[in-house]
């Protein structure tokens, strides 16, 4: 039978554990609770640092923290996982109507806010590719672009085509797929290889020859600055057009 000293002695080991051990429970940091938000963001940090190939529902999971089952309550399938990164990637579209200069500084600031927003998640051109279902935000964005052309005499296609241009030059300029579609490289130098190949096998091509020896060495930026000055240049042009009174 247990003494009285035996039974203090259990008690307060029992109590030392409950009162003790509650407390290092409380100060564990509690897991969050799973959300589609906190999936999405999950996986557009695996997307940002390892690349689109590296995303998975077991990958993503596997970064929360969770089961793949967990996961399948919140989003259904990986494409379902790609849209809500993307419309979480892109975030709120820019208020264009706070920018002064008219249409074209608008433009220009939406055109550098799509840019930047790219360059963050170099995925992203390649993932809003396809029929697909878009989130309010990425509409939101082709939106302000559309709207800031309004009152300069363009027809409604003629804005639509102005911003898929635009959009289309963003996405050339960025796009990962664009590296090596050229034979120079960013100092706009030939690259080394071809130049052998040219002098080995005596293949002559004085216009590209001609042009990267002239060419000042500047980083390439795939005609960013170049394309989107034409481009505007070149609605500036249309849209004085429309506004010159008829004298016919």
């Known amino acids: 039978m247990a003494s009285s000293g035996e039974d ?83 975030g709120e579209p820019p208020d264009l109507g706070a920018v002064p200069g008219g249409w074209r500084a608008r433009m220009e600031a939406w055109a550098a806010g799509m840019r930047e927003t790219w360059q963050r998640h170099p995925w992203l051109p390649v993932a809003t590719v396809g029929q697909r279902v878009m989130g309010p935000r990425e509409i ?18 003629e804005r639509m085509d102005a911003v ?17 579609t050229q034979p120079w490289t960013t100092q706009r130098r030939l690259n080394p290889l ?12 004085p216009g590209l020859v001609g042009a990267t020896e002239s060419a000042d060495g500047a980083p390439l930026d795939n005609g960013w600055e170049f394309g989107l000055r034409r ?14 009174p008829d004298v016919r």
């Open 231 to 244: 481009i505007l240049d070149g609605l500036a042009t249309l849209i004085a057009e429309r506004a010159e």
């Open 164 to 180: 898929f241009l635009l959009s289309g030059h963003i996405r050339n300029t960025q796009s990962a797929a664009a590296a090596g």
């Open 194 to 205: 071809i130049e052998e190949l040219m002098r080995t096998r005596d293949v002559r091509f």
């Open 8 to 90: 203090a002695a259990g008690d307060q080991a029992g109590s030392i554990e409950l009162l003790w051990g509650l407390r290092d429970r409380q100060a564990r940091k509690q897991r969050p609770a799973l959300t589609v938000d906190r999936i999405a963001r999950a996986a557009i940090e695996l997307a940002d640092t390892e690349g689109m190939a590296a995303v998975s529902m077991q990958q993503v999971a596997s970064a929360l923290e969770v089961t793949k089952m967990a996961l399948y309550r919140h989003v259904s399938s990986k494409a379902e996982l790609v849209a809500v990164m993307i419309e979480t990637a892109v």
């Open 140 to 157: 939101g964005w082709t939106e302000c672009a559309v709207a800031a052309l309004e009152g300069t005499g363009l027809s409604g296609d």
